[in-house]
């Protein structure tokens, strides 16, 4: 499985930014997908979550209301919306796949552990 994320870059606070997650070597719409992000310094966070069939999403509390994430199956790519940026949404961004159905806990959709592949990160940087 590999997992590729893209659309990174440097852009002021206010500003907006796509990424993109393209996935190959599994069965992309028996996954969950989920987006991390890790700043200098910190640990590895959660950020959103989308279900294998895009019926539920979930998103980390800082980022409601200004991030959203989508799929397309026949694309083979998840994608992640962020509008009004702040310079603390700084980070490195990840995308990554969870192989397990059904409804979770939403714990279990923060835990990195509960993710099965991981892409190799794309930068995210908001000037104020």
């Known amino acids: 499985v590999q997992l590729q994320a893209s659309g990174g870059g440097l852009v002021q606070a206010g500003g907006s930014l796509r990424l993109s997650c393209a996935s190959s070597?599994?069965?992309?719409?028996?996954?969950?997908m989920g987006w991390f992000r890790q700043a200098p310094g910190k640990e590895r966070e959660f950020v959103a979550r989308?279900?294998?069939?895009?019926?539920?999403?979930y998103y980390a509390d800082p980022v409601k209301g200004r991030f959203a994430i989508s799929r397309d199956n026949a694309k083979n790519t998840v994608y992640l919306q962020m509008n009004t940026l702040k310079p603390e949404d700084t980070a490195v961004y990840y995308c990554?796949?969870?192989?397990?159905?059904?409804?979770?806990?939403?714990?279990?959709?923060?835990?990195?552990?509960?993710?099965?592949?991981w892409g190799q990160g794309t930068q995210v940087t908001v000037s104020s």
């Open positions: 070597g599994h069965t992309f719409s028996n996954y969950a």
């Open positions: 989308i279900s294998s069939n895009s019926a539920t999403t």
């Open positions: 990554a796949a969870d192989r397990s159905l059904g409804l979770r806990s939403t714990s279990y959709y923060t835990r990195l552990t509960s993710y099965d592949y």
